[in-house]
């Protein structure tokens, strides 16, 4: 079974703070990773993806893979109240599969 | 340009009726996906089209779901025999080439049976 997990949440943090996302898959075989973040009755719409070991960063956004531990996170440096929102995980072995965590819902609080 | 469009955005069934959602693509897209979202949760896989070979369908819940892309471009998920736990927001999402990178997700249509 394919699974992605992540904390529900709700994540609360301050103005101006960090706000760290965290996410575990279970298939060995991931090979693609990816971050959404989904407004409430809207679409997700992509904030990064990650193919490699390591960090990589755009803008105020980190994503963080480590595939020995299969763990994937997301840094959001000086958070602002339009972050507040929904954070997918999402996975995929082959790029035809997709499997997304729950979401982790992220509030910032102003 | 045009994004991902589908229609209708609201669809409300009674137990037992035949739905069909519709998703058009951005124009030229290979790629084409449908999930289903229940409240609180994260999409859910059911397809994926590259052009019109439907190459995986391993998500789709039971033999009641059906999608097709017969053109290799609009999509449609058909849902036959509607139950209460098929109600859900049924997401398109399309990408420019075979090795998505960036999904480009429709509005969604909001599925209610009763």
């Known amino acids: 079974q394919k699974e992605v997990e992540q904390n529900s949440g709700p994540l609360s943090v301050p103005e101006g703070a960090i706000a760290s996302l965290n996410c575990t898959y279970s298939?060995?075989?991931?090979?693609?990773f990816f971050w959404y973040r989904q407004y409430s009755g809207k679409s997700p719409e992509l904030i990064m993806f990650?193919?490699?070991?390591g960090d990589k960063e755009d803008g105020r956004f980190t994503a963080q893979l480590n595939k020995a531990s299969q763990y994937v996170s997301l840094l959001i440096r000086d958070s602002q109240p339009s972050d507040s929102a929904t954070y997918l995980c999402?996975?995929?072995?082959?790029?035809?599969?997709?499997?997304f965590g729950p979401g982790t819902r992220l509030s910032v609080l102003p | 340009g045009a994004g991902v469009s589908q229609s209708p955005r609201y669809k409300v069934a009674k137990r037992g009726q035949d739905v069909a959602l519709r998703c058009d693509p951005i124009?030229?897209?290979?790629?084409l996906f449908w999930y289903q979202q229940a409240l609180g949760q994260g999409p859910e896989f059911l397809t994926y089209?590259?052009?019109?070979?439907?190459?995986?369908k391993s998500g789709l819940p039971s033999d009641r779901f059906f999608a097709e892309r017969p053109e290799g471009s609009v999509s449609t998920l058909k849902i036959q025999r509607t139950q209460q736990e098929d109600s859900a927001v049924y997401l398109c999402?399309?990408?420019?080439?075979?090795?998505?990178?960036?999904?480009?997700f429709g509005p969604g249509t909001r599925l209610t049976v009763t």
């Open positions: 999402a399309s990408t420019r080439d075979p090795k998505p990178i960036e999904q480009y």
């Open positions: 298939d060995r075989g991931s090979q693609s």
């Open positions: 990650i193919y490699s070991n």
């Open positions: 999402a996975v995929t072995r082959d790029g035809q599969n997709f499997v």
């Open positions: 124009s030229g897209h290979v790629s």
């Open positions: 089209f590259q052009n019109e070979a439907q190459l995986d």
